[in-house]
């Protein structure tokens, strides 16, 4: 039978090995624990992403909501459009009013009645410049 | 100023909207407060993973200390 032979190898400073072996071993538990700490925080930040979401859902359905109790905005435009078209409507006729209007006697009547018409058009304009 | 015609709104769907207003404005309140939990949270997990790799290069040193003694030539 084949003899064997033992070799030993020597250690030159055994105690500081030795430490550094055990340390090495807390330190690989300490990363356990650390890790499963981390672990622990992602899944808290999971589940704050979680409710995050569900608040951002809960908001898209309220804003909805809101929208259907108040008035669209195309009914707004339709009512602005609709005073612009009478505002309109109310110059076309004084106009017409102006053009048909038979000339005065009295110079001072003229003047008078073409100044209220005229501060009367600026009031309209200024009314259809405020709707546009 | 842009001068608009006055819109009515019924005084039910009004009191909807307020409430609806309110209803915003509260969850609103809540995805702040988890925003800063939110915050939190990451800066601790940051903090941690700095510490973890803190506590790695300190094995990985005592390792190669190791390495280096048990088979040294």
Redesign the interface.
């Given at each position: 039978m084949k003899e064997q032979t033992t070799f030993y190898v020597s250690l030159k400073d055994p105690v500081e090995i030795r430490k550094n072996i055990l340390e090495s071993s807390k330190g690989i538990i300490q990363l356990l624990q650390r890790y499963d700490h981390i672990v622990e925080l992602k899944n808290n930040r999971l589940h704050k992403i979680a409710e995050l979401r569900k608040i951002a859902k809960e908001l898209a359905r309220l804003a909805g909501q809101l929208k259907m109790a108040l008035p669209s905005v195309d009914s707004i435009e339709r009512e602005s459009k609709r005073e612009a078209s009478k505002v309109e409507k109310e110059i076309k006729t004084k106009q017409k009013e102006i053009k048909e209007k038979p000339k005065p006697v009295l110079e001072n009547r003229k003047t008078s009645e073409l100044k209220k018409l005229e501060s009367e058009l600026l009031e309209i304009e200024n009314k259809l410049k405020n709707l546009s | 100023?842009?001068?608009?015609?006055p819109?009515f709104?019924k005084i039910e769907?009004?009191k909807?909207?307020l409430e609806?207003?309110n209803?915003?404005k509260l969850?609103?309140t809540?995805?702040r407060d988890?925003?800063t939990?939110?915050s939190a949270?990451?800066a601790?997990?940051d903090s941690?993973?700095e510490?973890?790799k803190a506590?790695?290069e300190?094995?990985e040193k005592?390792?190669s200390?190791?390495d280096s003694?048990?088979f040294e030539e």
């Open positions: - | 100023m842009k001068e608009t015609a819109i709104v769907e009004y909807d909207a609806t207003v209803a915003i969850k609103l809540e995805a988890i925003l939990e939110l949270l990451k601790e997990e941690e993973i510490s973890w506590e790695m300190d094995v005592r390792m200390y190791i003694t048990l």
